[in-house]
């Protein structure tokens, strides 16, 4: 009869420690997500794209505000599959998702920093 109770009390622990382990590695690693605001992140480029237009004066500085927006062309998409390779996790666009998921992670300010925004 001890031999019983003891041969069940380690299955519910052997049982209880891998549905943890299931959880943690598998169920809750599906719930990852990442949000990103690439239209604040546009805005602001653009803004800085026309405030350096504007001021300048000279056809080099001109040419130099080009060349950073294509820069930033380039820049963009590689940014964002870094988003994904650092949080190891899914990144969407704000407007795709609906709501606002209890898992998700803001990483608009991380994209900025990548594309070189203050």
Same mark, same amino acid.
């Given at each position: 009869m001890k031999t019983l109770l003891s041969q069940s009390v380690v299955t519910l622990l052997v049982v209880a420690v891998a549905l943890a @382990?299931?959880?943690?590695? *598998? *169920?809750? &690693? =599906? /719930? !990852?997500?990442? *949000?990103v605001d690439v239209g604040q992140v546009y805005r +602001?480029?653009? &803004?800085e794209f #026309?405030? +350096?237009v #504007? /001021? !300048? &004066?000279? =056809?080099?500085?001109?040419?130099? @505000?080009?060349?950073? &927006?294509?820069?930033? @062309?380039?820049?963009?998409?590689l940014a964002l599959e870094e988003l994904s390779r650092d949080c190891a996790c899914l990144v969407l666009v704000r407007s795709a998702v609906a709501g606002s998921p209890p898992h998700a992670l803001d990483l608009t300010m991380l994209l900025q920093r990548k594309v070189g925004l203050p």
């Open positions: @382990a299931y959880d943690r590695l *598998v *169920v809750r &690693a =599906d /719930k !990852s997500i990442g *949000v +602001l480029k653009e &803004a #026309t405030q +350096l #504007t /001021k !300048s &004066a000279s =056809d080099e500085e001109r040419q130099q @505000a080009l060349t950073m &927006a294509q820069r930033f @062309a380039q820049q963009l998409p």
